[in-house]
Nanobody, 115 residues
Framework: QVQLVESGGGLVQPGGSLRLSCVAS????????MGWYRQTPGAQRELVAD???????VYADSVKGRFTISRDTAKNTVYLQMNSLKPDDTAVYYC?????????WGQGTQVTVSS
């Protein structure tokens, strides 16, 4: 069973930064895709950023230029560096990992952007 454990969420003022971490229970190179989604109450979960096994990255238009996804294969960890945060970025952020037709999810970490 794959486990994904997120950390790094919290309360930050507009314009601030946070870095989210997602630690996987096995080598992250075993996953075709890893990344981050976010969800607000009453809304569908939406893609924030993905990183593919070969290192290609994709971002939602709303976060391009502000967020950066990266990984450390030695630590089995994927990161999401979030800069210039806006109140609209407030959400629960979920790590996901795709492998052999199964999409695994972490438990989520709350990010709140407010003054």
């Amino acid at each position: 069973q794959v486990q994904l454990v997120e950390s790094g969420g919290g309360l930050v003022q507009p314009g601030g930064s946070l870095r989210l971490s997602c630690v996987a229970s096995r080598s992250i190179l075993s996953f075709s895709i890893m990344g981050w989604y976010r969800q607000t109450p009453g809304a569908q979960r939406e893609l924030v950023a993905d990183i593919f096994s070969r290192g290609t990255t994709v971002y939602a238009d709303s976060v391009k230029g502000r967020f950066t996804i990266s990984r450390d294969t030695a630590k089995n960890t994927v990161y999401l560096q979030m800069n210039s945060l806006k109140p609209d970025d407030t959400a629960v952020y979920y790590c996901h990992a795709w492998s052999s037709g199964v999409n695994y999810w972490g438990q989520g970490t709350q990010v709140t952007v407010s003054s």
